[in-house]
T-cell receptor, first 114, second 111 residues
Framework: DTAVSQTPKYLVTQMGNDKSIKCEQN?????MYWYKQDSKKFLKIMFS???????INETVPNRFSPKSPDKAHLNLHINSLELGDSAVYFC?????????????FGPGTRLTVL | QQQVKQSPQSLIVQKGGISIINCAYE??????FPWYQQFPGKGPALLIA?????SEKKEGRFTISFNKSAKQFSLHIMDSQPGDSATYFC??????????FGQGTTLQVKP
């Protein structure tokens, strides 16, 4: 069984479009995250939700809007896509916020903006 | 202050050799230091982690060495195998729960 799943795995779209990436975890974790990995493989946190409440909101353009309908899901909606948004986006989850139990990452969504 | 500096950027090791990756941090509020392993096309996976109250932690062939006074920590992979070829990330976090990642090291283990 997949612990953290993301859809779609690949997303190719034109500049200016709006797109969403979905994430689900079946680990029963309280906290979920979105990370962006750029072309140089640098990983940076974007958002974190704990029990559907936004906990971490990094300096991310407000074109990016996370939504957590329940504890097991965290979706990422991106408006007016730009070339610089091309990256791999990873969803992750952890059991309890602030605890060193490790974060479990999904397989990633490769977003290409043309 | 929030950065974690990782070196080298890439590393080539012969099978059976020792791979060493180093990280340094500035923020003394960091109290959790994990290492993640990422294979191409996959998400990062937790490999091993340490808290600053111990100087070393070993799990199988993987060892973290931690130097609190120098604000440095390193990953040693003993008896490196071709299957260890991957990108390795060090990271650090404080009680905010936010993981700050290093820049990554691409390890290639030659047969």
């Amino acid at each position: 069984d997949t612990a953290v799943s993301q859809t779609p795995k690949y997303l190719v779209t034109q500049m200016g479009n709006d797109k969403s990436i979905k994430c689900e975890q079946n680990l029963g974790h309280d906290t979920m995250y979105w990370y962006k990995q750029d072309s140089k493989k640098f990983l940076k946190i974007m958002f974190s939700y704990n029990n559907k409440e936004l906990i971490i909101n990094e300096t991310v353009p407000n074109r990016f809007s996370p939504k957590s309908p329940d504890k097991a899901h965290l979706n990422l909606h991106i408006n007016s896509l730009e070339l610089g948004d091309s990256a791999v986006y990873f969803c992750a989850s952890s059991q309890v916020l602030l605890q060193d139990v490790g974060q479990f990452f999904g397989p990633g969504t490769r977003l290409t903006v043309l | 202050q929030q950065q974690v500096k990782q070196s080298p950027q890439s590393l080539i090791v012969q099978k059976g050799g020792i791979s060493i990756i180093n990280c340094a941090y500035e923020n003394t509020a960091f109290d959790y230091f994990p290492w993640y392993q990422q294979f191409p096309g996959k998400g990062p996976a937790l490999l091993i982690a340490i808290r600053p109250d111990v100087s070393e932690k070993k799990e199988g062939r993987f060892t973290i060495s931690f130097n609190k006074s120098a604000k440095q920590f390193s990953l040693h992979i003993m008896d490196s195998q071709p299957g260890d070829s991957a990108t390795y990330f060090c990271a650090a976090s404080s009680n905010t729960g936010k993981l700050i990642f290093g820049q990554g090291t691409t390890l290639q283990v030659k047969p």
